[in-house]
């Protein structure tokens, strides 16, 4: 069983930049794709950022530009560099590890964006 936690989430002015981190347990780490979702009240939950093991990424036009997601493989972790930060950020980040439909989610960490 896979555990993801993350960390790095609070409360922040906009314009500012925040990084989140995703740890991930387990030894198969590097050969999976991972990724950052997140969830907004009342909102469903949304694609931010994914990253192939092979290096490939994918962003939702919201965050282009703004946010870049890595992974250190050799820390079994995956982070989101968010820059410029909206209020329209403001969600539960989800870190993901294996794909959105059958893989392993951590319980997710509170950013909120406001003056």
């Known amino acids: 069983q896979v555990q993801l936690v993350e960390s790095g989430g609070g409360l922040l002015q906009p314009g500012g930049p925040l990084r989140l981190s995703c740890r991930a347990s387990g030894s198969a780490f590097s050969l999976y794709a991972v990724g950052w979702y997140r969830q907004a009240p009342r909102k469903a939950r949304e694609l931010v950022a994914t990253l192939t093991n092979s290096g490939n990424t994918n962003y939702a036009d919201s965050v282009k530009d703004r946010f870049t997601i890595s992974r250190d493989n050799a820390k079994n972790t995956v982070y989101l560099q968010m820059n410029s930060l909206k209020p329209e950020d403001t969600a539960v980040y989800y870190c993901?590890?294996?794909?959105?439909?059958?893989?392993?989610w951590g319980k997710g960490t509170q950013v909120t964006v406001s003056s």
């Open positions: 993901n590890q294996g794909g959105s439909a059958i893989g392993y």
